[in-house]
């Protein structure tokens, strides 16, 4: 049982840092805490190059993961990204995802995301050890997209979240729903905008880890992110800008003791907080050469709090091969607060 509670202990503090927990009251306005976090890193080291900007960028490719009205773009037959980052604090960040045209006007896509922390420590209560253990997070995404006209794209994206805290603990599951748009102000400018993360939240009971009966279930909502995006593309060059609101849903609970006839008595009462913070990210590429493309983004995760910027760079690398037409991305990423650093690896294939 020692075993069990002091895992479960650092597992909540951990996911509250990386990718769940239940943020304090002074905390609210930072939205690194709150649930499904890491599947919030992106996807792609070409969109993660460009900060994440990708929302209305046509110029890299389909990008679903940033707005399911991409889904509709002309691509040919198909596309295929294969991702992997090596992260600091022993964090996972795989993907892979494929996108296909479906004739005339719409297109259809998936992406499956995993992320979490292997070899957490585990201590009990006195310090000991007893092993460590792991953390895992999957989403499965699927977009469909279609062209309403030469100039507007829609699309509508649904997601599977599963997140694996605990042995004993039971897997937590949400379901979200994206909605996006895709228009063409003039042959150099695209305008986007998209709602994300609809509708999704985690829920759990720690009953059967603590053998509690008087056990709650616990609910941790995703925020709800609204997002507006503009690109100007040209032959060899792209500059693109997000500007993003995410609205949060927590609860807090307070408890109060109260002695009657020298009996301690527990008044519990909880209260919904509603709160919102704003980000801002630009990311621009270049294509220096057929076989070479540069990029590089600025994030603001906290536009109210300007010391919270990171950067990011990376590169493309064409091979010459008319199979697949492979290409080998990378990015580097000096993450928020410049905490640490990520690489990311990614493998583009035309199919």
């Known amino acids: 049982m020692m075993r069990s509670i002091s895992q479960k202990t650092l597992f909540v503090t951990l996911a509250a840092l990386f990718s769940f927990g239940v943020m304090p009251v ?58 992997a980052g090596v992260l600091q604090f022993d964090r996972v960040l795989q993907s892979v995802g494929t996108q296909f045209s479906l004739p005339p006007t719409a297109g259809l896509s998936f992406i499956l995301l995993r992320t979490g922390v292997n070899d957490i420590d585990g201590r009990t209560q006195s310090g000991y050890s007893t092993g460590s253990f792991d953390i895992s997070e999957y989403q499965l995404a699927s977009g469909f997209g279609i062209r ?10 649904l997601k599977f979240n599963l997140a694996n805290y605990h042995e004993e603990l039971s897997n937590a599951v949400a379901v979200g729903v994206d909605l996006g748009f895709l228009y063409e102000i003039s042959p150099q400018i695209n305008f986007a905008g998209s709602v994300r993360d609809l509708f999704a939240n985690y829920s759990w009971n720690s009953q059967d880890l603590y053998n509690l009966s008087q056990a709650r279930n616990v609910v941790n909502n995703f925020p709800t992110r609204i997002i507006f995006g503009l690109a100007w593309q040209k032959q060899n060059f792209t500059v693109s800008s997000d500007f993003e609101i995410q609205a949060y849903t927590s609860e807090i609970t307070e408890r109060d003791v109260f002695m009657d006839n020298g009996i301690p008595t527990v008044i519990t009462s909880t ?75 990614s493998l583009r294939l035309n199919l």
């Open 26 to 83: 002074e905390l609210l306005a930072q939205n690194g805490g709150f649930a499904g976090a890491s599947t919030r890193i992106g996807y792609s080291a070409r969109g993660i190059a460009m900060g994440n900007a990708m929302s209305a960028v046509t110029s890299e490719g389909a990008f679903s993961y940033y707005n399911p009205a991409q889904t509709a773009l002309e691509i040919g037959s198909g596309q295929m990204d294969l991702s």
């Open 148 to 157: 309403l006209s030469e100039k507007f794209n829609a699309g509508i994206g």
């Open 271 to 345: 209260e919904t907080i509603n709160t919102s913070s704003t980000q801002f990210r630009v990311g621009a590429s270049w294509d220096a050469h057929e076989r070479f493309t540069l990029r590089g983004g600025w994030n603001l995760p906290e536009t109210s709090e300007l010391d919270s910027w990171g950067l990011s760079s990376g590169f493309s690398i064409h091979l010459p091969f008319d199979v697949f037409s492979p290409s080998i991305d990378y990015a580097f990423v000096m993450e928020p607060y410049r905490v640490s650093n990520i690489h990311v690896f």
